[in-house]
């Protein structure tokens, strides 16, 4: 089964400081359609360990995201 933002995505995402973060940037991750908007540019932070702030996210998260991408972000 495919993998799904509201069940597999966002629930990677932290309402703080994540989510309220990068609304100061004019991106709301806890947007479906934001995510896959700008989900290459949000996978690339990811790898790079840039995103999120404070701390990188595991290998095996990061792996899901790009799986969620691979696969055709669906809702």
């Not at 934001?34 to 404070?54: F, N, Q, T, W």
């Not at 790009?66 to 696969?71: A, N, R, T």
């Amino acid at each position: 089964m495919a993998l799904s933002f509201a069940q597999d995505i966002r629930p990677l995402f932290r309402d703080t400081p994540d989510v309220h973060t990068m609304k100061e940037f004019g991106m709301d991750l806890s947007s479906c359609d934001d995510v896959k908007k700008h989900a290459e540019a949000i996978y690339e932070r990811l790898e790079d360990g840039s995103m999120p702030c404070d701390e990188a996210w595991p290998k095996a998260q990061i792996a899901r995201f790009k799986q969620w991408m691979d696969e055709g972000m669906a809702p």
